[in-house]
């Protein structure tokens, strides 16, 4: 995931081109100018092995999902629990019993913060955070906070966009229950030394969930190798629907979970005296369940991995260091996280332009960026700016996505003189 490889020096094996005819989208106009989107952070675009799983389920197999004997209800549980074994594979779980599906990663931290930390924590109780936090992996925690009077500690970042690891380290402690941290910055694309922190946190008997929402299109993961206790993604942002995403959590920890919504499918028994559970991982999804999403993220599974995680991450590290490189010669143009290591995500101000000014003009060039505080309000405080832009790069971006930002950029100039 590091974006230090030159732009020049690896041969360019990978085939954007080829990609980007996965894309139907990308083939949009948008203010009479063919679309660049650099959007990819936020949401990315859906391939057509993608499109065409979720609409051959719709058309073929759609029921609800294990309560019937009859043959579409078993397709659907097929397809739905085939997902499941699919993520199972993608993250190296030991079980499908550690893969919930959830709508997203905001759903997977809300549900470690009120079934894991609300039930177990106290006054006197840590959770520790980082300042480059999004807001999905704030609010919860300070949620539980509240409601049973735990303190929240937040780890320093420096003027680069990174940890302050040596920080980090002293503000764990034997009062330390829990430390909620990003794989990858979605403000600032800074990529975080997780293996470390888990080392560190468990060494000091906190267990750790890592929000891997910005990580998971760009790097693999091995939740094993990894070693956290939670691992949090959303598929809209590897190539999949929205509505979905995975909460993995290890066995024994979510074997001793309350169920945090209660309804149908996570129940065995219920009379009015007393309700029994339902085994992992249906103890955890009250409901009738994202069924299309599900078979959805698993062709995105499938399409990530035939293009090569690898592969895709080391054309998308070309992209950033060109576009670093490029943007940082534009007069006036500050970069916002200049991190040794990052991943596909490019934060600047414009001197004079507020950001928002400088994407609606970007927009009526066709260029789709992000501009705000990026659901990261504390990182902007940090920097002292209410905002930034945001390029982000995904597997169908080209070296051409970076000219027409850099052309755009220039349009920007001219119009604020
Ligand atoms: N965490 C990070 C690092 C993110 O970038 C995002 C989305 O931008 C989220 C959490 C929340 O993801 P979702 O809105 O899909 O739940």
Redesign the pocket.
Known sequence: MAANVSPFSAPEAYDAARVRRDFPILATQVNGHPLVYLDS???SQRPLPVLRAVEDYETHSHANVHRGVHALSQAATSAFEGARERARRFLNARSIREIIFV???????NLVAQSYARPRFGPGDEILISAL?????IVPWQMVCEQTGCTLKVAPINRRGELLYEEFEELLGPRTRLVAI?????ALGTVLPVKRIVEAAHAHGAVVLV????AVPHSRVDVRALDADFY?F?G??MYAP?GI?VLYGREELLAAMPPWQGGGEMILTVSFDRTTYNELPWKFEAGTPNISGAVGLGAAMDYLESLGVEAVAAHEARLLALATAELARIPGIELVGTAASKASVLSFTLAGVHAHDLGTILDTEGIAVRTGH???MPVMTFFGIPATARASFGCYNTEDDVARLVAGLGRVREVFG
């Open positions: 952070a936020a949401s709508r997203g990663t905001t759903e997977a931290i936090e999004h807001h999905a992996n990003a794989h990858v910055s979605n929000d891997g929402a910005q949090a959303s809209h942002k929205t995403g990026h659901c990261a």
